[in-house]
Every structure is written in structure tokens, then in C-alpha cells.
Nanobody, 124 residues
């Protein structure tokens, strides 16, 4: 089965940038896409971005489009989330997820494996 391990989360100041990584092991050749979600205290899990392995095409949530981008390194089986101009409201646990099929959308139900998450805290 697929194992996902996120890393890179830490405390940063508002306005700074941060890159998160998600290493995927045991990924089958048929893997289509990965995604990033986040969950703040007391809030529902929120879609952030998705990226396909083959083309690197991305789908970014409109609420954060322009500040966040995603990329991938197929050789390392790793996906990244590039976070810029961070705001306090970006504070959350960030999770990466593996797409169950050929869909890279915002619904958590479309993903079959999840990492344990990495904490990002943006202070003022």
C-alpha cells in the first residue's frame, strides 16, 4: 500500500514562504495524482491543491490561487506545496493524499491514502 510522509511544516512569520514535501512510497505505476489538504482547529478539511504525476498539471483552490503552487519530482516520488505570502489564517495541519483513480479534484473521498500531516503555524 501507499505510504505518505509530509515534512517541512514549522512556525513562520506572516508574509514569509514555506515549502512542504510529501514523499510517497509504495506508489503503483497507475498512480494518477496527489493532492494537498489542510485542516485548521475546529474546521473541516479543506482542499488546497492537486497535481498529476505525468504532466505536472495543477488544480489550485481559488481561495489561495496566486499564493500557493504545487510541483512534483517523479524520480523522488515526491510532491511539494510552495506557500508564499503566508497569512495567520493559513495555520493548519497540512496533509498530502493519493488519488484513488483518475481524478484530481477537491473531494476528500477521491483519495485513498493520506499522510499523518505536518503542522504549519503562521504568527504575526
Amino acid at each position: 500500500q501507499v505510504q505518505l510522509v509530509e515534512s517541512g511544516g514549522r512556525v513562520v512569520q506572516a508574509g514569509e514562504s514555506l515549502r512542504l514535501s510529501c514523499s510517497a512510497s509504495g506508489r503503483p505505476d497507475s498512480s494518477y495524482a496527489m493532492a494537498w489538504f489542510r485542516q485548521a482547529p475546529g474546521k473541516e478539511r479543506e482542499f488546497v491543491a492537486a497535481i498529476t504525476w505525468r504532466s505536472g498539471g495543477t488544480y489550485i483552490a481559488e481561495s489561495i490561487k496566486g499564493r500557493f503552487t504545487a510541483s512534483r519530482d517523479n524520480a523522488k516520488s515526491t510532491v511539494y506545496l510552495h506557500m508564499n505570502i503566508l497569512k495567520p489564517e493559513d495555520t493548519a495541519i497540512y496533509y498530502c493524499a493519493h488519488a484513488a483513480g483518475g481524478v484530481a479534484g477537491p473531494r476528500p473521498g477521491d483519495y485513498d491514502y493520506w499522510g499523518q500531516g505536518t503542522q504549519v503555524t503562521v504568527s504575526t
